[in-house]
């Protein structure tokens, strides 16, 4: 009778391990990425929930007024025209930032302050346009009638767009 295991079922043993802690490994790795993207997401909302009130209150959305500025620099190369964002981005994007919206971040709108993008980058940052005038579906020309906001997802999900509900 032998005691003991052979060499090659201790290297099948230690193969199944190997196997099963590289899945689990792989599953858990984007983890990080996902919860980030939650973050986004919740995020985004809560802006497009103070913009709603901000509507509400002011019978307009806020004017972007063609800017670029974010927290990582005003001028940044995110700001460029041939930045992709996937995509283009447009002249007026703006990032979300104070200095665009002075009047959004009030205590009345249940905001105290914009939020910024877990990584903030030049490819990972929250962007708010607004479409304004006729051309835009508004009634009058000088008011903004509608936005969007937008994130780009880290799990490879392209973006996540937010638009106004007027």
């Avoid at 930032?97 to 939020?115: A, F, H, R, Y």
């Avoid at 509608?146 to 880290?154: G, Q, S």
Wanted: net charge negative; with cysteine; charged share 25%.
């Amino acid at each position: 009778m032998r005691k003991g295991f052979t060499l090659i079922e201790l290297l099948i043993v230690i193969a199944i391990i190997g196997i099963l802690a590289s899945i689990i490994v792989v599953k858990l790795s984007g983890g990080r990425e996902r919860a980030s993207d939650a973050k986004r997401k919740t995020e985004l909302k809560q802006v497009g929930s103070a913009l709603e009130t901000y509507y509400a209150q002011y019978g307009e959305y806020p004017d972007d007024n063609g800017k670029c500025i974010s927290s990582v620099g005003v001028g940044s190369s995110a700001c460029n025209d041939d930045q992709e964002f996937p995509g283009t981005v447009e002249d007026n994007w703006s990032y979300i930032d104070t200095s665009n919206m002075p009047n959004l971040v009030t205590s009345d709108l249940n905001i105290s302050e914009l939020p910024i993008d877990p990584i903030n980058d030049e490819w990972f940052f929250y962007n708010y346009k607004s479409y304004c005038g006729t051309t835009h579906g508004c009634k009058r020309n000088g008011i903004c009638c509608n936005y969007e906001l937008r994130a780009r997802l880290e799990s490879g999900t392209g973006e996540y767009f937010i638009q106004s509900s007027k």
